[in-house]
């Protein structure tokens, strides 16, 4: 501890440690922080190190390929060339009755995943055989559709689009878009 000595004009001068007494020192690492901060740190650290530069690719894999080919594939890694963060390498690992069957929808994987991270991240994909924990079960929120048509002009474009999913979000955001334009009119 420290304490403070008058000087002859009464007021403080400075701070004398006491005998025996150990400076104050700054605890390391700050205040305790939750665990959950925390991991979202870790596993990042953990997925660069074995190759995933997003770890949403391996939590969002049913997405990203469908439920179907999910179960019987799993991404193991991304090798990219040095320095680069494109035309890398896919490491998947398929159950081997699965093998052949996901050797032709290699192409639609490697789209897939471009399309998710929205740029050609992966040029090639290699696949070692091997045994595929199925995706965890996750309830599906789906929002129930809107009753509110679609608009004509905005309705008879959408029909077109071949990807249900993104059909589906695009009818949702022309849904908004009318009721604003309805609520900004009247």
């Avoid at 959950?36 to 894999?61: K, N």
């Avoid at 032709?104 to 050609?120: L, S």
């Amino acid at each position: 501890m420290e304490r403070d000595t008058p000087s002859k004009s009464g007021k403080t001068a400075r701070k004398v440690p006491r005998k025996g007494a150990k400076p104050y020192q700054r605890p390391r690492g700050g205040p305790a922080r939750p665990v959950s901060e925390l991991v979202p740190q870790i596993g990042r650290a953990a997925f660069r190190r074995y190759g995933f530069v997003q770890s949403s690719v391996v939590t969002r894999w049913p997405e990203i390929v469908g439920e179907h080919h999910a179960k019987v594939c799993a991404p193991e890694s991304i090798r990219f060339p040095p320095g680069e963060k494109s035309e890398g390498i896919l490491q998947l690992v398929v159950l081997p009755a699965h093998a052949p069957l996901i050797q032709h929808v290699i192409p639609e994987i490697m789209e897939r995943v471009n399309r998710f991270f929205g740029y050609r991240a992966v040029a090639k994909v290699k696949m070692r055989q091997g045994a595929v924990k199925p995706p965890a079960a996750q309830e599906k929120r789906t929002t129930p559709p809107s009753l509110k048509p679609i608009p004509m002009e905005l309705g008879d474009s959408l029909r077109d689009i071949g990807d249900p999913e993104l059909r589906a979000v695009l009818e949702s955001l022309a849904r908004t878009v009318a009721q604003k334009e309805e609520d900004e009119q009247g």
